[in-house]
């Protein structure tokens, strides 16, 4: 059993993903469910409008991480999300997985998405950021997962990785 770490840009299908997931039994957490936005200049745990205005990073809290972990002994449970403490998520996971998509793909899902976030000029611009710099955390030895194919495909996928990988 194990903690699998999912992650890649908003619009690449995490949260889709998730939902597949769910609906087959598995246990799996959007990270923007349980995330809290602290300000950048003091700190603190803010809204979304100060959010907006004045910048945050976006954390997964380190008691859900820690529940989390140490359910996974019991069971596999897929943590799914992009969040700026992704080093500590990433060491606590047991594996961490990522989900590859091209940028024109990227930029497609960004035009047509249903989540309010990646909508502004702001927002985009940081997810484009975001997508150039993580290629940094692929290692060779990262499973990446093919977003550009059917939910039910990439599920399919991850669960015969994990079969092979942790049963």
């Known amino acids: ?10 619009g690449t299908g995490k949260t889709t993903l998730m939902h597949e997931l769910r609906r087959r039994g598995e246990e799996a957490h959007d990270t923007d469910t349980e995330c809290i936005r602290y300000s950048k200049q003091t700190g603190r745990p803010i809204g979304y409008k100060e959010a907006k205005r004045d910048g945050y990073d976006w954390i997964y809290p380190t008691e859900h991480l820690q529940l989390l972990k140490t359910q996974s002994q019991a069971k596999n449970i897929f943590l799914l999300g992009s969040i700026d403490n992704f080093d500590e998520v990433k060491a ?11 940028l024109d793909t990227l930029v497609t899902r960004l035009d047509t998405r249903e989540k309010e976030y990646g909508k502004s000029d702001s927002e985009r611009q940081s997810i484009l950021a975001l997508y150039k710099t993580m290629d940094s955390t692929i290692t060779p030895t990262t499973f990446t997962l093919d977003a550009t194919k059917p939910v039910g495909d990439i599920a399919d996928d991850l669960l ?3 079969s092979s990988k942790f049963s």
């Open 1 to 10: 059993m194990a903690l699998f770490f999912i992650s890649a840009v908003s």
């Open 92 to 102: 606590a996971a047991d594996e961490y997985i990522w989900m590859k998509i091209p």
């Open 160 to 162: 015969a990785h994990v």
